[in-house]
């Protein structure tokens, strides 16, 4: 049996609810869902030297590649300044012990280059939909 999607399409706005991408994406009434958001913050080892750097940000970008890949991750970049908070991820989990055992994957965490605050979140779940649209925009590989 073929199920059709639901729609509902405001005059105002021409918007169309599509209730099957809802459904897929873990989308409540609002759009939106649950996830946990980490603030990658400067840890205490970072006395590395420019290769070892070099080496463990390698290891780190990897991490967030599979993590991505497996659907764990919805969105992770660093930030442009040089406070102490370096980056956000935005983990696809509705737990912080969920988050927290992805984050001890991670070489920057376990070199202590990096540490995590973790915190529940609430946002679009039209985040779910970035990982695959980076693929077809990026012309350079990380």
Excluded: C
Aim: proline residues 4%.
């Amino acid at each position: 049996m073929k199920i059709e999607p639901t729609t509902t399409e405001s005059p105002s706005t021409s918007i169309v609810f599509d209730s099957m991408l809802a459904t897929k994406l873990g989308a409540d009434e609002y759009g939106m869902r649950q996830y946990v958001l980490a603030f990658l913050k400067a840890g205490p080892n970072r006395d590395q030297d420019s290769t070892e750097t070099a080496q463990l940000m390698r290891k780190h970008l990897d991490n967030i590649k599979r993590m991505a890949e497996e659907g764990k991750l919805a969105v992770a970049g660093p930030f442009l300044d040089e406070g102490d908070i370096r980056g956000i991820y935005i983990f696809n989990v509705k737990t912080i012990e969920e988050a927290k055992a992805l984050t001890e994957t991670d070489p920057a965490i376990q070199e202590g280059r990096l540490i995590m605050e973790l915190h529940p979140w609430y946002g679009s779940a039209g985040l779910m939909t970035v990982n695959e649209v980076h693929k077809k925009i990026a012309k350079n590989k990380i």
